[in-house]
């Protein structure tokens, strides 16, 4: 029944490492998301694909590569593992047929990284 | 860029009223959302504005004046359970899609 899932929930991973966190949403959404929310829980963009096509990318170094197989999934891989990495990555979903009726974004549980 | 703004720290009463501004400076705008988000949990949806006015939705109420970059949510009869982080988010045109743009957020704090 879970909307938007990502796994895995927690991961603790060495420095330098490379690792993968995967998305599925349900809700038949065109466009996915990946926000990473710091310490200080500032809730910032990353990246947004709207039917597997990149349409927004911030910036973000290039160790992080976003994959969309197909407009269900949203993968986020990230390489070289950093201690800055830390942090609570949120996946999320949502519908853009009409960004004047309020395109609400519904966002999985989280992923907790912690590089040590 | 894109400038949202919003009290780091809030502490109200069980029982009482709390309003928790949010101010903005944005190149375009769609509309506005909150979000709650309880620790440790995902955020999740309260409201969208789109209009000028005020919205109501049960205890929750959430206004905006665009002509002003200004918005707030009210909380009426607070709860315990209200005790939460308070996300006021600005929808952003960007390339014929949304950009969904979030403040720094409120830590509301509900004490008895």
């Known amino acids: 029944d879970t909307a938007v899932s990502q796994t895995p929930k927690y991961l603790v991973t060495q420095m330098g490492n490379d690792k993968s966190i995967k998305c599925e949403q349900n809700l038949g959404h065109d466009t996915m998301y990946w926000y990473k929310q710091d310490s200080k829980k500032f809730l910032k963009i990353m990246f947004s694909y709207n039917n597997k096509e990149l349409i927004i990318n911030e910036t973000v170094p290039n160790r992080f590569s976003p994959k969309s197989p197909d407009k269900a999934h949203l993968n986020l891989h990230i390489n070289s593992l950093e201690l800055g990495d830390s942090a609570v990555y949120f996946c999320a979903s949502s519908q853009d047929v009409n960004r004047k009726t309020g395109n609400t974004i519904y966002f999985g549980e989280g992923s907790w990284l912690t590089v040590v | 860029g894109q400038n949202i703004d919003q009290p780091t720290e809030m502490t109200a009463t069980e029982g009482a009223i709390v309003q928790i501004n949010c101010t903005y400076q944005?190149?375009?705008?769609?509309?506005l959302f909150w979000y709650q988000q309880h620790a440790g949990e995902a955020p999740t949806f309260l409201s969208y504005n789109v209009l000028d006015g005020l919205e109501e939705k049960g205890r929750f109420s959430s206004f905006l004046s665009r002509s002003k970059g200004y918005s707030y949510l009210l909380l009426k009869e607070l709860q315990m359970k209200d005790s939460a982080s308070y996300l006021c988010a600005v929808s952003l045109p960007s390339g014929g899609y949304q950009k969904v743009t979030f403040g720094t957020g409120t830590k509301l704090q509900v004490i008895p």
């Open positions: 944005t190149s375009g705008f769609n509309g």
